[in-house]
């Protein structure tokens, strides 16, 4: 099992920056691949962006590139989301995910609301 623990999200006004943090445990040489995923109110969880665990290559949901930037500390299993210039349309509760093979979502974190005000 891998447990997963967001943080970081919080209230910005437009155009601000904000950065997420997520803190992988467990059986985290199994992971393979980490995510982030958002879901806004009514809305469907959407993709933003991942990470390939271990040649550190990331890809991004196409609205998302340029202003989300995904990274990862190797020696603390950590994994980030800069946002930048972020839009009130940004607002949503952020999740973590990691998996066992590329692209999977094995393993989700409780989330983080992030509140955009324009």
């Known amino acids: 099992q891998v447990q997963l623990v967001e943080s970081g999200g919080g209230l910005v006004q437009a155009g601000g920056s904000l950065i997420l943090s997520c803190a992988a445990s467990g059986r985290t040489l199994s992971i393979a691949y980490m995510a982030w995923f958002r879901q806004a109110p009514g809305k469907a969880r959407e993709f933003v962006g991942g990470?390939?665990?271990?040649?550190?290559?990331?890809d991004y949901a196409d609205s998302m590139k340029g202003r989300f930037t995904i990274s990862r500390d190797n020696a603390k299993n950590m994994v980030y989301l800069q946002m930048n210039t972020l839009k009130p349309e940004d607002t949503a509760v952020y999740f973590c995910?990691?998996?066992?093979?590329?692209?999977?979502?094995?393993?989700w974190g409780q989330g983080t609301q992030v509140t955009v005000s324009s």
């Open positions: 995910t990691a998996g066992n093979g590329l692209r999977r979502t094995d393993y």
């Open positions: 990470i390939n665990w271990r040649n550190y290559m990331t």
